[in-house]
């Protein structure tokens, strides 16, 4: 028996160490918000953030978890650059089919919450990994200058 | 004038008998360590052959089981995706190609008409049962250091396996290398063909070490430098070596270069699990090596491979001391002047999301850079490969896996991301080209015709 602090709250959870954490997310505790993409770490549709880092959750064993604390987009709202993102994201219409965005409002947050003043090298760094197959990109960038705007 | 000839002629001699001397010297593997030696027969220690004292009582298959992976057969006798021993492996010499051979016993593909006498014949001498010689690919200069009964032991293993119908594929070789008659001679010279000697001024510890390194576990094969004849040169014993287009590194007792400033637990781990935390995760051969091989011994035979290491001289080479502190967290600081812009752009988009932009990851330790020889490495060798066929490693921890990106990148983009990599985690940036990375693939490819084979 695994113990996680998911969004806050310590969930048990019985599943074996090497099981991906997006499995354990999405099966265990039915927590969908987090996507599965590619199952390689090359798209970022399941990023969630583990000891505040953007991890791809298809990754990570959950076993290497240990104690830090994992946020998924279900918990990122409560948390002060989270809830400025969502509410950019909602403001600029960022989605189209919406696949991607939750890894995207998790990535975007991740980097505000290390820099909370990003110039555009800097939001490409972070990004860059987040693809999407829409072709969003344009709104993302805006939304996350938004969401930087409200902070301010 | 007669004296003048005569003078000459004394010196090539002198000379030609001190290179012969010289190459001799440096066929043994454990002459380093200086001390007589004894036949295994008249070593007054416990053995040091063989397979652990837990497993003394077992019966020859499973003796047999546990010596196949000390001596790694597997590795090379196995073609990527195919039947494990069914051969098929393609080795790129500089000279063609040589594939593995098929050692299931299947009685016209295989071993499976191989007496006792032509099994050892093939493994201490490099004779195959037919009376045709064996390229050295097979790494018979080591095993014949194995005890008859160590090998006969995997015989034994060998013929419990299922048959598999695998004729041997044809090699590639230019001339005169086609010539295997040659390898007679080559043999007379480079083969010493003389069982394990124990060194008695060595502890038991020590002579079990050199027992798993050299007749079984051959180590120099890969990380001992080769000489003009392709012939392992034991004068600069384990100081590294490129074998398939990955280099073998520095395994000596080398401060800088080598392994002298790791810790023993270190090198335990490294070599029980593929990974040590400050040293991050073996990948290419040396990830097969830990997870078909190294992983399968038991504790105490771990550790007398440790001493046995402890022991081999500092040899220097061109690698420079590991970077142990991560990069900074931001992408703009760190070695920006070296920074490759394409290769900077690319770590940002595949590689940044598991290693970090400190190298530090936040996934697995296994996808750590800072501190991973490899990235150390200013010809940015392993780093290319790794990048160019991923990794997808089983271990006791789980399935380790980074994807392959030969397929879906450029050789422009591999040495890009591979020099950036060098630059911001190493100790120095690597100034790879498009055509260096084409380099790299055909070496380390498994397809005998690189052009033709999908995506390269």
């Known amino acids: 028996m695994l113990t996680l602090t998911i969004n806050g709250q310590s969930r048990e959870v019985d599943a074996p160490d090497d099981m991906p954490l997006l499995w354990v997310l ?50 990122v709202g409560n948390t002060s650059h989270g809830a ?28 505000l919450d290390g820099n909370p003043n990003p110039d555009d090298s800097d939001i ?19 939304a996350i200058k938004s969401a930087v705007a409200k902070s301010a | 004038m007669k004296k003048i000839i005569g003078i000459v002629v004394v010196s090539i001699v002198a000379v030609a008998l001190g290179f012969a001397g010289w190459l001799l010297l440096g066929r043994d593997p454990m002459s380093f360590a200086g001390g007589s ?18 497993l003394a009582g077992a019966d020859l ?16 006798h196995t073609a990527p995706g195919g039947t494990p021993f069914a051969g098929g492996f393609a080795f790129n010499v500089p000279f063609g190609t040589i594939y593995s051979t098929n050692i299931t016993p299947d009685k016209q593909t295989g071993i499976g008409n191989y007496t006792d006498a032509q099994f050892l014949a093939a493994v201490h001498k490099g004779i195959r049962a037919d009376g045709e010689n064996l390229y050295p690919a097979m790494p018979y200069t080591s095993y014949t250091y194995l005890t008859d009964d160590d090998a006969l032991a995997i015989k034994a293993y060998l013929f419990t396996l299922e048959p598999v119908h695998a004729p041997a594929k044809q090699d590639q070789l230019s001339w005169p290398y086609n010539q295997r008659s040659l390898l007679a001679l080559w043999n007379v010279v480079f083969n010493l063909d003389e069982r394990f000697r ?19 576990g051959h180590c120099g094969e890969c990380h001992t430098p080769r000489n003009f004849a392709y012939a392992l040169d034991n004068h600069r014993k384990f100081a590294g070596a490129l074998t398939a287009g990955w280099r073998a590194y520095n395994i000596t007792s080398d401060k800088d270069a080598g392994i002298g400033d790791w810790n023993d637990e270190d090198i335990y781990l490294y070599l029980s699990t593929g990974h040590a935390t400050g040293h991050g995760g073996a990948a290419g051969p040396m990830g097969e090596a830990a997870d078909d091989s190294l992983s399968y011994l038991v504790p105490d035979d771990v550790h007398a491979l440790v001493t046995y290491l402890r022991g081999i001289p500092a040899h220097g080479s061109d690698l420079p001391r590991t970077i ?33 932009w400190t190298g530090v990851s936040p996934v697995t330790g296994y996808a750590t850079l800072t501190g991973v020889r490899a990235v150390n490495d200013p010809s ?8 160019i066929n991923g990794v997808d490693r089983k271990t006791a921890k789980g399935r380790i896996f980074m994807p392959a990106f030969g397929a879906g990148y450029s050789d422009d983009d591999i040495a890009a991301v591979a020099n950036y990599v060098t630059a911001r985690f190493g100790a120095e940036g690597a100034h790879l080209t498009g055509r260096d990375v084409a380099d790299l693939r055909k070496l380390a490819s498994q397809h005998s015709n690189p052009e033709e084979a999908p995506h390269g």
């Open chain 1, 26 to 75: 999405r099966d265990h505790l039915n927590l969908v918000g987090t996507k599965y993409g590619c199952g390689i770490a090359q798209c970022g549709a399941c990023t969630v953030h583990v000891g505040g880092k953007p991890v791809r959750s298809c990754q990570l064993a959950v076993g290497d978890v240990g104690t830090r604390a994992v946020v998924t987009i279900e918990g």
């Open chain 1, 84 to 111: 400025k993102v969502q509410q950019a994201w909602m403001e600029g219409a960022v989605p189209q089919c919406g696949y991607c965005q939750a890894g995207q409002i998790m990535s975007a947050t991740a980097l």
């Open chain 1, 124 to 142: 490409d760094a972070a990004m860059a990994g987040n693809l999407c197959r829409c072709g969003t990109y344009i709104r993302v960038r805006r």
């Open chain 2, 37 to 54: 030696t004894v036949a295994l027969e008249d070593y007054k220690g416990s053995n040091i052959t063989g397979v652990p004292a837990q």
């Open chain 2, 61 to 76: 298959v499973k003796r047999g089981e546990y010596i196949i992976h000390a001596a790694d057969c597997r590795a090379c």
């Open chain 2, 198 to 216: 124990p060194d008695t001024d060595q502890s038991r510890q020590w002579n079990r070490g050199a027992y798993l390194a050299e007749a079984m």
């Open chain 2, 324 to 356: 142990t502190t991560p990069a900074p967290a931001s992408h703009k600081e760190g070695l920006v002047a070296e920074s490759d812009t394409l290769g900077e752009k690319l770590f940002a988009g595949v590689c940044a999301s598991c290693h970090d």
């Open chain 2, 380 to 387: 940015a060798t392993n780093v290319a490969q790794t990048v």
